[in-house]
C-alpha cells in the first residue's frame, strides 16, 4: 500500500504537476490558489526548472504558449478573474492545438466577487471562456487526492490529443487538507513532431501558428479539430456513480457539492428515499451517455451546484428533457449543507418542488 502525505490540495496539485515532468511554471498570485504559485517557487529551482512570477495573467498565459510550442510540459494557474484575464490566450492555445495545463481554484463572482469557495466558472470553463470554436478539457476533481490524479491525468490528455486541458477546482479543494498517495506511475512519453525546436530540426521547420487570412482553411481546421474532438468524446468520459442501483432520483453534482451531496444521500436513505447520484469527473467531455442511461429508470433529477444554476443546462441537454430537472443551489461563495439537499430531495419526493 502507497504511503500517504498530508498535503494542501493547492500544494499536492502543484507536487503532481512536477511529478508529471512539468518544468515549467509562468503565473500570477491570487486567492485562493496562490499556494500554488508559491509551492512552485520552491521547488522549481531545486529541480532544473523555470518558476516565474509573470507581471500579469495576459503574460503569463502567452508565457505558457511560447513554452508549450516547444513540446515541453507547461502549467499555468489563477482564480476566477484571473482566468478571464487568460481567455484570449486560451483560445490562442486551442487555436495553435498546443497541450499544456491550465489549473483554475474558483472563487466567487462575478467581477472581483469575494475569495470563498464557488462553481461560478462551469460555462467559462466548458462553453468557451475565449473566442471562437474550441473545447478544453475540463477535469474537476472533489477530492486532494482527484486534485493529484486528475494533475497527473491532464498533462497526459493534453499531450495524447495535443488539447489545453484545465483542472476546475474550487476554494474549498484547493484549501482543504487530506492524505494523498503520490505513486502516480510512470510518465508517458508522446511524439511531438510538430514542436518547435529551432535548429534541431533538420528536416525543415514548424511552424505554430493560429492566424489563416483563408477562410476556406480556417474551416478546415476547426472542422478537423472538431473530430479530434469527437474522439475525446467517446474515449474520455469520467464519471462516478453513487448508489445508483435503485435509485429513483438522481443527483448530479461535481467538486464539494458531490461530496455535500453523498452525505445528504446517505441521509436521505435512511428516510427510506431512493436516491443515488453520478458525479462528472470530466465535466467537458460531458458524461450525457451515463446520465441518459439513468433517465430511462429514474424518475426526476436533481443539479447540486454552487452557482446560479449552469451544469443543470447540460443535464437537461443530456436526458433530453425526458424526466424533471430540479436545482439546489448557493452562490457568492456560499456552501450549501447536506441538510438543504435533503430539504430538497424531501420536496421532489412529496411533489411540492418546482422543476427548472
Known amino acids: 500500500m502507497a504511503e500517504k502525505v498530508l498535503m494542501k ?53 502567452n508565457m505558457v504558449i511560447g513554452v508549450a510550442s516547444c513540446g515541453k510540459r507547461v502549467m499555468t494557474s489563477s482564480s476566477s478573474p484571473g482566468i478571464s484575464l487568460k481567455s484570449e490566450g486560451i483560445s490562442y492555445l486551442a487555436g495553435c492545438e498546443l497541450p499544456a495545463l491550465i489549473v483554475n481554484v474558483q472563487r466567487g463572482g462575478p467581477g472581483l466577487g469575494g475569495i ?16 471562437g470554436d474550441y473545447k478544453l478539457i475540463v477535469l474537476a476533481p472533489a477530492s486532494v487526492q482527484e486534485m493529484v490524479s486528475l494533475t497527473f491525468k491532464g498533462f497526459d490528455l493534453a499531450d495524447k490529443y495535443r488539447m489545453t486541458s484545465m483542472i476546475l477546482a474550487d476554494g474549498t479543494m484547493g484549501q482543504m487538507m487530506e492524505p494523498v498517495s503520490l505513486d502516480l506511475g510512470e510518465v508517458k512519453e508522446y511524439a511531438k513532431p510538430w514542436a518547435t525546436t529551432g535548429t534541431a530540426n533538420h528536416e525543415g521547420r514548424n511552424i505554430i501558428n493560429s ?11 476547426n472542422k478537423s479539430r472538431y473530430e479530434r474532438y469527437a474522439i475525446v468524446e467517446r474515449d474520455e468520459v ?23 451531496s453523498k452525505n445528504a444521500i446517505m441521509e436521505a436513505r435512511k428516510k427510506g428515499v431512493k436516491v443515488g447520484m453520478i458525479r462528472p469527473i470530466t465535466l467537458w467531455p460531458f458524461p450525457k451517455d451515463a446520465l441518459k442511461k439513468a433517465a430511462a429508470k429514474v424518475k426526476s433529477f436533481l443539479s447540486v451546484e454552487l452557482n ?20 439546489c443551489n448557493r452562490t457568492g461563495g456560499v456552501l450549501m449543507s447536506p441538510d438543504e439537499v435533503v430539504a430538497k430531495i424531501d420536496e421532489i419526493q412529496k411533489g411540492e418542488a418546482k422543476a427548472w
Open 211 to 221: 492566424l489563416s487570412l483563408s477562410p476556406a482553411q480556417l474551416e478546415e481546421w
Open 308 to 327: 446560479m444554476g449552469q451544469m443543470i443546462d447540460d443535464v437537461k441537454l443530456a436526458i433530453d428533457c425526458s424526466k424533471p430537472v430540479y436545482l
Open 238 to 260: 469520467m464519471y462516478e456513480e453513487f448508489m445508483m442501483e435503485d435509485a429513483e432520483i438522481c443527483v448530479v453534482a461535481f467538486g464539494i457539492a458531490a461530496r455535500i
Open 116 to 131: 470563498q469557495p464557488s462553481q461560478s466558472d462551469y460555462f467559462q470553463a466548458t462553453k468557451g471562456g475565449g473566442h
Open 9 to 61: 490540495g493547492n500544494e499536492a496539485l502543484a507536487e503532481a504537476a512536477i511529478m508529471a515532468g512539468c518544468k515549467y511554471y509562468f503565473g500570477y498570485p491570487i486567492t485562493p490558489q496562490t499556494e500554488v504559485a508559491a509551492y512552485m517557487a520552491k521547488r522549481m529551482p531545486k529541480i532544473g526548472g523555470t518558476f516565474l512570477q509573470a507581471e500579469s495573467e495576459v503574460a503569463a498565459i
